[in-house]
Nanobody, 116 residues
Framework: VQLQASGGGTVEAGSSLRLSCKAS????????MAWYRQAPGKERELVAR???????TYADSVKGRFTISRDNARRLLFLRMDSLKPDDTAVYYC???????????WGRGTQVTVSS
């Protein structure tokens, strides 16, 4: 399993970013996928999840601002982030959760920094 996130950057509060994740080493379209993030000094947390059927769920802190989507043909996972806040500052990781929704192996994350 290989997962490479990209698209992060430094932006001002209220801005938007779109993260991408390239997946390989497994049958992407048959798996649920997720975005996690880890802020400095905090534990990694689930941000959004996309089932293999395309059903999406979100953490309360990002609901209405973030949108997870996927392109099964290109094996890509996306996270559209609007109305960014300084609290969204973190390293963002994509992940293929395993049984019982436990996180799978981690790939390279992408840093998102939101200035006030």
């Amino acid at each position: 399993v290989q997962l490479q996130a990209s698209g992060g950057g430094t932006v001002e509060a209220g801005s938007s970013l779109r993260l991408s994740c390239k997946a390989s080493g497994f049958i992407f379209k048959f798996n649920q996928m997720a975005w996690y993030r880890q802020a400095p000094g905090k534990e990694r947390e689930l941000v959004a999840r996309s089932s293999s059927e395309g059903t999406s769920t979100y953490a309360d802190s990002v609901k209405g601002r973030f949108t997870i989507s996927r392109d099964n043909a290109r094996r890509l996972l996306f996270l559209r982030m609007d109305s960014l806040k300084p609290d969204d500052t973190a390293v963002y990781y994509c992940n293929r959760p395993g049984p019982s929704d436990t996180p799978g192996s981690w790939g390279r994350g992408t840093q998102v920094t939101v200035s006030s």
